[in-house]
């Protein structure tokens, strides 16, 4: 039972938390609105005026407008081919008995506990001599197979949880293995698709590590990467406020996702939890 | 319209020796409704799926009509199945759910919507075409399976325990509804269920399973008044049969001090294969009555009245050789004894049903 006590301290601890997210993305969003040296004057200052010409040079100069696209690019194409591949895979391994499932399916975990880390070097090496070090398609391989085994490890809890009679009666309704996939399982699928949709979205659209090795051409930079170029290029002619801009504009797709499907993020935190 | 025929047809799951169907052979007529009943783990629900193509044939084969479909994939074998839990798709509408299958036949846009309204229209689900699954009631969600099956006009209707998901008094009722619109579309249907009463009210003929083995395969009143042996004496009927073993003399079948007079032919029958002087003899609970002390019956003490109104169940033990044995009998509930009161139970001659004590064959 809950007193009222533990009650209020919870809602404190949680006030608390909530304060130690929200206050630096608010100064960081009240930052970006102001001068340089605004910034440094008074750094808890609300800003004299609002200057949108930050966001506009951050967005223009800083490319920051081209690293988005880049990233929506990647992360997109890459989101694409994980859900397909992952969806397939995790419903194979979740129905269908066959020699050789259960090793699949725990090298896949596996893969999981492995640190990227270690594989980064002889993964420079297998995309260099594949020739696409740098290119779009090199990047969405990669991002792919790193978001391919959670993406399995998730679905395939979820395909497990499906009722086989619903399979069933689709087969008997004249369904062969794969329209009784797209048609019907996928669909019932849907909320842990998004879940784990989701999840990808947020995990790749924050890679840095992997551009960062892979990706060396700056035409091509994802986001993470822009930003770090900004800060560094940025940190000598000190545009602190352009930086500000920049790294706001990176958030919001990532925010807008989590406002969007948030209910969905709850739920996939716990599904399999309870049946 | 078809015929199914199982012919030897065995499943031996995985990793299992024993088969969980064992070579059963059962001819199902044209237009005829029949129920697969046992207790659990019988095999009826395996023998069903056999049939939908949702478990494999290891040995013999099934055929409907003339065609073997043994090894045909689900779709190819023309039959609707109406699931215990439904198994609607619970992401498409009430009409998208019965249009599914004519869908993926590509069958015309209007004819799908004429077929569907018809079959919504017969079981009272008009108003609810646009509502999701998880919107309707029990019941409803039931009709609507049963509207999947029917708007496809299959060869064979399959049901696996289709009202056991409902309360007892829309299970009577959908019971009723279900047998007479089997009767007025005259699709041949297979039934499965646990519960027998179910299984005498609805079928044209029950096959009564236990253990992978068909016991009795025949009409309700046959296996009432005919069961072939224990198991299916013993399973049909509620209350059940009192089945008991006694000795056998020379007179008959010997209840403590009380002798059942046995034919002769019946008495030879049951010492052959090893019958050891004892016999098994049943007699239902509505086919003896409570005589006075001196009438010849067995002298019962009474453990239980149930009363149901128009009548009423006495229950009871009887100690002779050494045991004590329980005894049901219906009565008339203007004559039921008290507790503790001893009654003498008398079996109505002719009703008697007499099966060898070690195989549990009939023998009258």
């Known amino acids: 039972m809950r007193t009222k006590a533990t009650e209020s301290l919870l809602h404190v601890v949680l006030l608390g938390w909530a304060a130690l997210v ?64 992952g969806a397939l895979t995790a419903y194979c391994l979740a129905r269908y008995r066959f020699p050789g499932n259960r090793v699949i399916y725990y090298t896949l975990v596996a893969g999981m506990l492995f640190p990227v880390f270690l594989a980064l070097v002889p993964l420079f090496f297998v995309v260099d001599q594949l020739g696409m070090l740098g290119t779009y398609h090199g990047l969405i391989l990669v991002y792919a197979a790193y978001a391919l085994p959670f993406t399995v490890f998730f679905l395939h809890a979820f395909f497990r949880g499906l009722p086989t009679a619903v399979a069933e009666a689709a087969f008997l309704d004249g ?84 406002v969007l499907f948030q209910r969905q993020i709850r739920s996939g935190l716990t599904a399999g939890a309870v049946r | 319209m078809a015929t199914v025929t199982y012919s030897g047809a065995t499943r031996i ?65 023309d039959i609707a199945m109406v699931f215990q839990n439904y198994a609607l798709y619970p992401h498409m509408s009430v009409f998208d759910n019965m249009a599914f299958a004519l869908k993926l036949r590509r069958m015309p846009k209007a004819d799908i919507k004429q077929r569907v309204e018809d079959a919504a229209k017969l079981l009272d689900l008009s108003d609810y075409l646009g509502r999701k699954p998880k919107a309707l009631s029990g019941g409803q969600r039931q009709r609507v399976a049963m509207g999947r099956a029917i708007v496809r006009e299959p060869q064979v209707f ?58 009795q395969c025949d009409t309700p009143r046959t296996l009432y008044e005919k069961p072939g042996n224990t198991f299916v004496a013993g399973f049909i009927g509620s209350p059940a049969m009192n089945l008991k073993t006694v000795s056998l003399t020379e ?24 019958g050891d002087q004892q016999v098994t003899v049943g007699f239902r609970p ?19 009245v149930e009363e149901l109104g128009s009548e009423a169940y006495v229950y009871g033990h009887a100690a002779y050789n050494d045991s004590s044995e329980r005894f049901v009998v219906r009565t008339e509930s203007a004559h ?29």
């Open chain 1, 175 to 258: 369904c062969s293995h794969t329209s009784a996939f797209f048609k019907v399982m996928l669909p019932m699928a849907r909320p842990g698709m998004v879940s784990v949709g989701i999840f990808n979205f947020l995990g790749l659209w924050n890679q840095y590590l992997l551009p960062l090795v892979l990706n060396p051409d700056p035409d091509r930079y994802v986001l993470a990467q822009g930003l770090a170029a900004l800060a560094v290029s940025q940190g000598y002619r000190s545009d602190f406020s352009g930086l500000f801009a920049g790294l706001i504009i990176a958030i919001l797709p990532v925010l807008a996702a989590y």
């Open chain 2, 251 to 274: 007179a008959g079948a010997l209840f403590g001090d009380v002798t059942l007079p046995l034919s002769r032919e019946v008495r030879d029958a049951a010492t052959q294969d090893g």
């Open chain 1, 22 to 85: 929200t206050l630096p993305l608010a100064w960081a969003v009240l930052s970006s609105l102001k001068t340089d040296a605004e910034i440094f004057a008074s750094p808890w200052s609300l800003p004299d005026e609002l200057r949108w010409d930050n966001w506009a040079r951050a967005w223009q100069e800083a490319s920051i407008g081209r690293y988005l696209l880049n990233t929506l690019i990647v992360v997109g194409g890459a989101l694409v081919l994980v859900m397909l591949l």
């Open chain 2, 336 to 364: 039921v004894p008290r507790l503790s009161e001893t009654v003498y139970v008398v079996p109505e001659p002719g009703h008697e049903h007499v099966f060898h004590a070690s195989t549990g064959q009939r023998l009258n």
């Open chain 2, 286 to 304: 509505e086919h003896c009555k409570l005589g006075a002390e001196g009438s010849g019956g067995i002298p019962v003490e009474v453990d239980l």
């Open chain 2, 158 to 215: 399959l049901m696996d325990e289709p009202l056991s998901n409902l309360d007892a008094k829309l299970r009577v009722q959908t019971r009723s509804q279900i047998a007479s619109l089997q009767k007025r579309l005259g699709i041949t249907t297979v039934y499965v269920t646990h519960d027998q009463i179910e299984a005498m009210t609805m079928g044209h003929r029950i096959a009564v399973m236990k253990d992978g083995l068909l016991q």
């Open chain 2, 13 to 77: 799951y995985p990793g299992s020796e024993k088969p969980a169907v064992d070579k059963l052979d059962i001819e199902i007529q044209d237009g005829e409704f029949l129920v697969l009943v046992g207790p659990s783990g019988c095999g009826k629900s395996t023998s069903l799926r056999m049939l939908a193509g949702l478990e494999e044939v290891d040995e013999g084969s099934i055929y409907i009509n003339d065609t073997d479909v043994s090894n045909l994939p689900p779709k190819s074998r």
